[in-house]
């Protein structure tokens, strides 16, 4: 078992290294090749930013439900980084950059949108309950799943479309620069698909990781989704920001932090439905830790909306909210509370 153990840890580590040194890769060039194109901050750090730091969340679920066949382990994971992506980095980028400035558009679209993202995911998993119900075997188990299809699947990322459209139209009153910077078009998106692939392997690694750790503990696949898939796929998203945050840049960093969440919600977890063609869903899980991201969700708008900042006290606060949901989690996992029915 000590084997085992030191193998799976071993595979945490370098699959998160991994997917740290190609998502900066692929960081890099999509930035670049965003100032190349011209277009505005906002949208780099909403868009393009945020899509190029949440392809090991992409990754993780269609690897977890093509390759493993299992599509909560997915959720879990992508639900797991959105509450990290929500608590953790904003809080970190605060602390370590001494506070994060907002602005209105931020928080009243942004933010709000997000709001609408996690919405539409609870109620394409309540589609999947009400039209293609599983029957549980014991009535009593707390089981409440359904089958999501590709046509249900293609709900959320209909909504995604609505979002890219209008960080497009932002983009139309947009002055491009005159000087957009000299770089070798052809490097740089040779260097974003390199990356795309070796993000791909390191995510493997995570997933396969969390699978052998929930079988040695014999534990459910969903808690290490919840922690080690999902800090370890955070990692780029927490660099962006922080670093973003450390530049006097915070819009860009908080907007990175929400067009990531998003675009997993309503790109990620559709997309390991649409390889697969359907998967079972269990609405029991999936709706208490949803529903926790909405709370989240609504402690970070309240915060940025107090002064449109988020100051160093705020940030240690989302901090305590954080672990306080890493306990609960723990406490599920070992039976000592039953808020999340099936789990």
Do not use: C
């Not at 078992?1 to 900066?24: C, E």
């Not at 980095?89 to 709000?112: F, H």
């Not at 390191?202 to 079988?215: C, K, P, Q």
């Not at 599920?332 to 509370?337: A, I, L, Q, S, Y």
């Amino acid at each position: 078992m000590l084997a085992a153990l030191a193998w799976y840890v071993a595979l945490a580590v370098g699959g998160t290294a991994v997917v740290w040194k190609g998502s900066s890769t692929l960081e890099r060039s999509s930035e670049r090749l965003a100032t190349w194109y011209g277009l505005p901050r906002a949208v780099q750090g909403a868009v393009v930013v945020a899509v190029g730091s949440s392809f090991p969340e992409l990754s993780s679920v269609v690897i977890a439900t093509w390759l493993h066949g299992t599509f909560d382990l997915g959720v879990s994971a992508i639900v797991g980084s959105a509450v990290f992506n929500l608590l953790v980095i904003p809080a970190l980028s605060g602390i370590l950059a001494d506070g994060v400035e907002a602005d209105r558009t931020l928080v009243y679209k942004e933010a709000q949108f997000y709001m609408i993202a996690v919405s539409v995911i609870v109620i394409t998993f309540a589609l999947a309950v009400i039209y293609n119900p599983v029957l549980p075997l014991d009535s009593g188990s707390g089981q409440l799943s359904g089958v999501v299809t590709r046509p249900m699947a293609l709900v959320p990322v209909a909504f995604y479309g609505v979002y890219v459209f209008t960080q497009y139209q932002d983009t139309q009153d947009h002055v491009t620069p005159d000087s957009t910077g000299d770089i070798d078009l052809l490097r740089q998106w040779g260097a974003l698909a390199v990356s795309l692939v070796v993000i791909a392997v390191a995510v493997e690694g995570l997933v396969t990781s969390a699978r052998g750790f929930s079988r040695l503990f014999d534990t459910p696949d969903f808690l290490w989704g919840l922690t080690i898939i999902a800090a370890g796929t955070s990692l780029p998203d927490t660099l962006v920001s922080v670093r973003a945050a450390r530049a006097d840049r915070g819009v860009v960093s908080l907007a990175n932090v929400l067009g990531s969440n998003v675009f997993d919600l309503l790109v990620a977890v559709p997309a390991g439905v649409l390889v697969v063609g359907r998967v079972t869903v269990n609405f029991a899980v999936a709706v208490p830790l949803l529903g926790f991201l909405t709370l989240a969700t609504v402690i970070v708008f309240g915060v940025l909306r107090t002064e449109l900042a988020l100051s160093k006290g705020e940030s240690w606060g989302l901090l305590a909210v954080y672990l306080l949901f890493i306990v609960w989690m723990v406490l599920e996992t070992f039976d000592v509370t039953n808020t999340v029915p099936g789990a």
